[in-house]
C-alpha cells in the first residue's frame, strides 16, 4: 500500500487519540483495518511510528516528524478545498471564474 490522503487522515486520528480502537470508532472503520494501514504505513517509511503502553499507544521520534507533515499536507488539502469550493453554496468551481456558476456569488480573488 502506498501512503495517500486516507492513510494520513487515519494515522493523524491515531496520533490524537493515542488509541486504535477509539480512532477506529472515531473514523468508523474496523479496528483491524485501521492496524493493517498503520502497519503498512510502518514498512514503507521503515520506521516505527508508534510504541505501544498497555492499551494505549504514543507516537515515536519518528511518528511525530510524520505528524509534522501529515498536518501540513492534510492543511494544505483543506485550503485547496476551500479554494475550489464557492463557500455561499458548496459548489466546485474553477479558480479563474470570478462567479460561482451555481449561485452567481462573486469568488475571492486567490493571490498567484
Known sequence: MKINFTSLMYFQKV??????????EAL???QPALSRTIRSMEEELDVSLFTHQGRNIHLTRDG??????????????????Q??????????????????????AKLPVQPD
Do not use: M, Q, W
Open 83 to 104: 479554494e475550489v469550493t464557492c463557500t455561499a453554496c458548496g459548489a466546485k468551481t474553477k479558480s479563474d471564474n470570478s462567479f460561482c456558476p451555481k449561485c452567481g
Open 15 to 24: 496520533a490524537e487519540l493515542e488509541h486504535l480502537t477509539k480512532a477506529a
Open 28 to 30: 468508523h472503520i474496523a
Open 64 to 81: 511525530h516528524i510524520l505528524l509534522k507533515y501529515t498536518n501540513k499536507i492534510l492543511g494544505s488539502l483543506d485550503d485547496l478545498r
